[in-house]
């Protein structure tokens, strides 16, 4: 198959960055407005911050990268990889959501909260594939090198 073709061109990675992005400007309105409570069953109870802050500053942050992947296309792999790394940063939430038995989304048993980590490397892979983050360092293109200056 090409990079041309419609199910893996940059028509298609566009419209998964462009639904990516809308789903995490919508999960963080969430977690400023109605899904608050929530989202702060989902901050670790060992965690040493206080869950009402986590929940607000983690919904500002969804919103501007959400913004971010729509907005920036120019910066999209630096974006993407960006995105990825905060799935993998609010990962432990999911893993002690589950680990600590916390209903939460419609989350209400050991086997649906078991079962939402798998969906997180998911959106790992969504968010670097629809960047084109993964091509670009298969690609050897990213992190871009430094120029060399001693030449």
Do not use: C
């Not at 911050?49 to 969804?62: A, Q, R």
């Not at 630096?78 to 799935?87: D, K, Y």
């Not at 916390?102 to 960047?131: E, N």
């Amino acid at each position: 198959m090409s990079d041309t073709s419609p199910s893996t061109g940059p028509g298609f990675r566009t419209a998964l960055r462009w639904v990516l992005g809308a789903a995490l400007v919508g999960a963080g309105t969430g977690h400023l407005t109605v899904q608050r409570t929530e989202f702060r069953a989902q901050v670790p109870s060992w965690f040493p911050i206080d869950e009402d802050v986590v929940v607000i500053v983690s919904g500002i942050v969804e919103i501007a990268l959400g913004a971010s992947l729509i907005g920036l296309p120019r910066h999209r792999v630096l974006v993407g990889t960006i995105v990825a790394a905060f799935f993998v940063v609010i990962f432990p939430g999911n893993i002690a959501q589950w680990r600590e038995g916390v209903d939460a989304f419609g989350l209400d048993s050991d086997a649906k909260r078991f079962g939402r980590l798998f969906f997180q490397p998911v959106l790992v892979i969504w968010a670097l594939g629809a960047t084109g983050a993964w091509q670009a360092y298969r690609a050897g293109t990213w992190p871009a090198t430094p120029m060399r200056t001693d030449r």
